[in-house]
């Protein structure tokens, strides 16, 4: 068990929280901010290559997984993670049901969600974005669409969960799982808003301005329990309006958005004051440039390089592992034959994200010389 340490005391990670709790009981009023990010982890694990029957606990889904091969699995950590919970006490015979995924090339949509029974109150955990090419599609459309396909699929699941159901509920779900999450809470049937009683949005995106700006949104804002690493970058896209805990990583850069490198002390997430340099300059690069681009022009833009990436036959991000020189040739062959007028807006838009970058990277090192 890998342990840091803060003035003294241990600090671990997801895994060795469940090592060290094996023996404790989760009951009622008792789930903490660590279950949360557990169960918001759980929606992760590969049960499309299981037969899932309609109801299952956490330690009979890790006895049909415990000889997949690792390559099944989206994290390397998953596997480890999904083991120690099938042993632990404390979580082993949590029921699992109505799973559903959901991956659609021609619609540009991936989802999946699972429902966690817990003492009184049932759990929906939302997937994030998985390694197939159309899921991060998605993501990237999120920067051009007020609402993409996932979110409408978690709207319907969680209205047909409250109707099957009477127990209240909490929503979670890390990176996009978490955005689903929110994008539920807002866009539920309005008898089902009361019984949601928090929302987990563990180092998901924000919600698109129009989104933010509705009653709706406001209505569920109390409820909205948002954690970044203290460099983030995805929990920083698109708006968010409710405030969020900065939590301390034992990794660097973008690998922060692994949840397994979130520290724990005790039954909490480590918090640090505020955010890195890094992560505000990657998020003031991310605003001007969607200033100064049209939702028209990014779309344009995304559609082309998926395009682009496409001819390549690649499905999944692993896929550029194997041939990567040979895809890289494929790309840049497809680059060169596309139509001028392509090679021109794809040319504008990556000249403006420079502009950017370059125009905040002064700012930041500015407003660092008056300090």
């Not at 999120?142 to 979110?151: A, C, I, L, R």
Request: charged share 30%; net charge neutral.
């Amino acid at each position: 068990m890998v342990v840091y340490t803060i003035g003294g005391n241990p600090m671990i990670n997801l895994i060795d929280y469940v090592k060290t709790n094996t023996n404790s009981i989760l009951e009622q009023n008792q789930i903490n901010e660590i279950d949360n990010m557990i169960f918001a982890r759980l929606s992760y694990m590969p049960f499309k290559h299981i037969d899932m029957c309609a109801k299952e606990t956490i330690q009979s889904i890790a006895m049909k997984m415990q000889d997949l091969e690792q390559a099944k699995y989206i994290w390397g950590d998953d596997k480890p993670f999904l083991q120690e919970l099938g042993k632990a006490k404390r979580y082993k015979d949590i029921a699992v049901t109505d799973y559903v995924e959901i991956l659609d090339n021609s619609a540009e949509k991936q989802f999946a969600a699972i429902t966690i029974s817990l003492p009184d109150i049932r759990y929906i955990s939302y997937r994030g974005t998985d390694s197939s090419l159309v899921g991060w599609k998605e993501d990237l459309n999120m920067g051009f669409m007020e609402n993409v396909p996932s979110q409408i699929e978690a709207v319907n699941y969680l209205n047909d969960i409250a109707q099957k159901y009477k127990e209240d509920f909490i929503l979670g779900g890390h990176s996009k799982g978490g955005n689903l999450a929110v994008y539920a809470a807002v866009f539920c049937k309005d008898e089902i808003k009361p019984k949601i009683k928090r929302i987990i949005n563990a180092d998901g995106p924000g919600l698109d301005k129009s989104v933010i700006q509705t009653p709706a949104y406001k209505k569920v804002l109390n409820k909205i329990e948002t954690y970044i690493p203290q460099s983030s970058v995805v929990g920083r896209l698109l708006e968010h309006e409710e405030e969020y805990q900065v939590i301390k990583s034992n990794q660097k850069g973008f690998m922060q958005h692994d949840i397994f490198s979130w520290e724990i002390e005790g039954d909490k997430l480590v918090r640090i004051e505020r955010v890195t340099t890094n992560s505000e300059i990657f998020n003031g690069i991310l605003r001007d440039w969607l200033k100064n681009t049209t939702p028209e022009e990014r779309k344009d833009f995304i559609d082309m390089l998926y395009e682009i990436i496409l001819t390549t036959k690649a499905t999944e991000v692993s896929d550029f592992r194997i041939d990567t020189v040979k895809k890289i040739g494929q790309i840049l062959t497809t680059y060169k034959n596309r139509k001028e007028e392509d090679k021109k807006e794809i040319e504008k838009m990556i000249k403006l994200l420079i502009s950017s970058t370059i125009k905040i990277i002064k700012e930041s090192r500015k407003n660092e010389k008056v300090k």
